[in-house]
């Protein structure tokens, strides 16, 4: 499974951005993909995630700025009202299972996902 992401970039505080990740033909064959991001010195971290029993999960600091869909071929994050701390490398994950895991732990956890792109800088500075 191959996962290509696009739509970072560097941007104002109070700018948007949407970064998309291309995993033609799989997405709905996996049990749930995500977004992550990674800044400077710190641990990789959840954005949001979408699993296929329909949970949606977003991390508390992107509530209300960030969403997450999905079709058929590409993975999308639409953020709005960037901060400077969303400054990191963002990181488009799927996880896939036989069966399924349905938990939040499954949803949120990096461990759980087995596939990872290669990462799109976004930097939100003035």
């Given at each position: 499974?191959?996962?290509?992401?696009?739509?970072?970039g560097s941007v104002q505080p109070g700018g948007s951005l949407k970064l998309s990740c291309a995993?033609?033909?799989?997405?709905?064959?996996?049990?749930?993909?995500?977004?992550f991001r990674q800044a400077p010195g710190?641990?990789?971290?959840?954005?949001?995630?979408i699993?296929?029993?329909?949970?949606?999960?977003?991390a508390d600091s992107v509530k209300g700025r960030f969403t997450i869909s999905q079709d058929k071929n590409?993975?999308?994050?639409?953020?709005?009202?960037?901060?400077?701390?969303?400054?990191?490398?963002?990181?488009c994950a799927a996880r896939d299972g036989?069966?399924?895991?349905?938990?939040?732990h499954a949803a949120t956890a990096a461990s759980a996902y087995n596939y990872w792109g290669?990462?799109?800088?976004v930097t939100v500075s003035t």
């Open positions: 499974v191959q996962l290509v992401e696009s739509g970072g995993a033609p033909g799989y997405i709905f064959y996996m049990c749930g993909m995500g977004w710190e641990e990789r971290e959840l954005v949001s995630s699993s296929i029993d329909g949970r949606i999960i977003y590409t993975l999308y994050l639409q953020m709005n009202s960037l901060k400077t701390e969303d400054t990191a490398v963002y990181y036989v069966p399924c895991v349905h938990s939040d290669q990462g799109t800088q």
